[in-house]
């Protein structure tokens, strides 16, 4: 599914699944954000080089404060996560 700035979208998997296939740190769990909804702020034009079967990622504002989930958040805008295509669901 192809999607485009200012979608809003909701997270249905994190990496093509619903739980963690081992075991995580807690700041890394980003499982936790099941079924949180978002906004697509940006869309990256190249597939991420380790993944390159799960097409193309979009960066998702996500409504709710992510450090109340105390997960660990890289990106200079708050509450934003770089997200496969794959593991969004677009909301009405």
Known sequence: MEFSVNDIVTLK???GTETAEIEIDEAENYWKLLNISGKIIQKKEHVHPAFPEKGLQ??????????????VCHNEIPNSLWIFQSDLTRNP
């Open 13 to 15: 998997s994190f990496l």
């Open 58 to 71: 979009v960066l998702v504002c996500f409504f709710d404060d992510l450090q109340k989930f105390n997960l």
